[in-house]
């Protein structure tokens, strides 16, 4: 073999040194903060982010099932998850909100606990080049540009499914049906919204009245303690109760029970979400029908965030698909209930 030239050398050298120097520029790209430049694509498939996900509380059923689901999501795809519990109260959100911008996480999901005062610190953290991503109720902001994108159901057409279902099932009553309703948290997405849909339908009938309409906070204590109150005043007048969500409807029940009507019978009870207890109450005989609102969107939560990161487009809305279940189905379909 030859021995190579002393310039043949000084080439070969300098070419590796040109290599090595590129393959540093191009691996200095990397980190967070390109994490955070949707418009860069910057985020690779398989790359690690930090998500923090600020949950509204854990009042219900619905509500621990779709916990669970995003935190499941986020750490089954490989990411890291910080979490914080809301405890219904926004202040709380808020400053998670700014604890998450502190720690420069890649991402923020959260549910908002009510529509509207949290213009600020998402201006925050659109300053700081963090995209925020709403989770199952939606915020009552004029600059849109405050959050990517929302995921989660149509609370007026669960409300619109209740009344319609109400409707076609008092079609033969003659004369006034009385409801009273069972709202969520005051000020929040679901319960105006869900309010809405339901008055939307039924102000096209008008013998169905709603006689009694109170908070009921979303819980199955406060439903049990409102549905008391009904009944202390209204009595026997009360036909139908609508409650903004199950656990509500599943307190109201034991209060009609302790009242010494049948729920279901005497009064009927209409629920939204198509939690498991739902189905344990119609399978009884105690609730008549539920709209579902599916809680089990964390991997698709998960696939918009890598989506936006990556530079891709994605709607300013996003449905998740639900149905609605009557007592007949209930004990066929209990078994397969997840939450």
């Not at 790359?47 to 995003?70: C, H, P, Y």
Request: charged share 30%; glycine share 10%.
């Amino acid at each position: 073999m030859k021995k190579m030239g002393k310039g043949k050398a000084f080439i070969l050298i300098v070419m590796a040194l040109m290599l090595f120097l590129a393959a540093c520029s191009s691996s200095g790209t990397g980190g967070n903060t390109d994490n955070k430049d949707a418009g860069s694509g910057g985020t690779k498939s398989g790359d690690k982010l930090v998500i923090g996900f600020s949950q509204v509380g854990a009042e219900s059923e619905w509500r621990t099932a779709n916990t669970k689901s995003m935190q499941d999501a986020i750490k089954d795809a490989g990411h890291e998850l910080k979490f914080s519990d809301a405890q219904q109260k926004q202040e709380n959100q808020i400053k998670a909100i700014r604890s998450f911008i502190a720690q420069k996480v890649d991402a923020i999901v959260f549910s908002p606990v009510v529509e509207t005062g949290f213009e600020t610190v998402l201006q925050e953290a659109k300053d700081a080049g963090i995209p925020v991503f709403l989770a199952d109720r939606a915020v009552d902001i004029e600059d849109d540009s405050l959050w990517v994108t929302f995921l989660g159901s149509d609370f007026v057409e669960e409300g619109k499914k209740a009344a319609n279902w109400l409707v076609e099932e008092t079609k033969d009553v003659k004369g006034d049906v009385n409801i009273v309703e069972l709202q969520g948290t005051v000020g929040s997405a679901p319960a105006i919204d869900r309010k809405e849909g339901f008055e939307e339908v039924i102000k096209e009938h008008p013998n169905l009245k709603i006689i009694k309409s109170q908070t009921g906070d979303f819980t199955r204590a406060k439903g049990k303690e409102v549905m008391e109150a009904f009944l202390k005043s209204e009595g026997d007048k009360i036909d139908v109760l609508y409650a903004h969500n199950d656990d509500m409807a599943i307190g109201a029940i034991q209060a009609i029970e302790e009242y010494g009507l049948k729920p279901g019978e005497d009064i009927k009870i209409i629920g939204v979400d198509a939690v498991k207890g739902a189905f344990e109450a119609m399978a009884a005989g105690k609730m008549n029908v539920t709209v579902e609102c599916n809680p089990l969107f964390g991997p698709q939560m998960v696939d918009l965030i890598e989506a936006h990161l990556a530079g891709e487009k994605i709607e300013k809305r996003v449905a998740v698909e639900e149905s609605m279940y009557t007592m007949d189905q209930a004990e066929e379909l209990l078994p397969t209930r997840q939450y």
